[in-house]
């Protein structure tokens, strides 16, 4: 099946500065989704992006499906940012294969 | 719109015993899925149902059962709870492939 690799696996950042998440998987996909998870668990909804570039506010993904991997970026980062960044993908059988996450800290 | 809601939100179990964790979304999304996440891990498909009367296997189907009576609704069954089943279970439903989630229910098997 697809292996879905996330990197870094822990980023701390102080309050402003940017950062970028990155996420390869080993083979074509049909989705891909990024989701943030919220201290209290809750699985947000970030992007739905199988390819090209999106943004919402201070957050943009790119996902570049002919060389197998999806950007994430993060610019001028605040506390509430921190929590667990997820990637998953699914090549259109409908079995999301999600990485182990990036865990990012923003300091005050 | 309640989106997709799950209960109950804890339970905690003895070995052998049975449940059913609920799941229901009103958005008439088609798919639907169960995950569970283990600490420190990304979330793994326990079983997926892709319409009314439909559903199959994911990555780590074994000791749950389901069942897709209506669009709304995709109950996950534990059958005779283990320790190993300790874990925190997402519901989600999809809509042209997006999956929304629901807020999990945290589930201790002593």
């Known amino acids: 099946g697809i292996q879905v690799e996330q990197s870094p696996p822990d980023l701390i950042l102080q309050e402003g500065a940017n950062s970028t998440l990155r996420c390869n998987f080993s083979?074509?996909?049909?989705?891909l989704q990024w989701f943030h998870q919220n201290p209290w668990g809750q699985l947000i909804n970030l992007f739905y992006?199988?390819?090209g570039t999106k943004q919402n506010g201070r957050l943009s993904a790119t996902t570049v499906a002919t060389e197998r991997y999806s950007l994430l970026y993060i610019s001028s980062s605040q506390t509430t940012d921190s929590g667990v960044y997820f990637c998953?993908?699914?090549?259109?059988?409908?079995?999301?294969?999600f990485g182990t996450g990036t865990r990012l800290k923003v300091l005050a | 719109n309640a989106g997709v809601t799950q209960t109950p939100k804890f339970q905690v179990l003895k070995t052998g015993q049975s449940m059913t964790l609920q799941c229901a979304q009103d958005?008439?999304?088609?798919?639907m899925s169960w995950y569970r996440q283990d600490p420190g891990m990304g979330l793994r498909l326990i079983h997926y149902?892709?319409?009314?009367?439909?559903?199959d296997q994911g990555e780590v189907p074994n000791g749950y059962n389901v069942s897709r009576s209506t669009t709304e609704d995709f109950p996950l069954r534990l059958l005779s709870a283990a320790p190993s089943q300790t874990s925190v279970y997402f519901c989600?439903?999809?809509?042209?492939?997006?999956?929304?989630f629901g807020p999990g229910t945290r589930l201790t098997v002593t």
């Open positions: 989600a439903s999809s809509y042209l492939s997006e999956q929304y």
């Open positions: 083979d074509s996909v049909n989705n």
């Open positions: 992006i199988p390819s």
């Open positions: 998953a993908v699914d090549s259109g059988t409908y079995k999301y294969i």
């Open positions: 958005m008439n999304h088609e798919y």
């Open positions: 149902s892709v319409g009314a009367g439909i559903t």
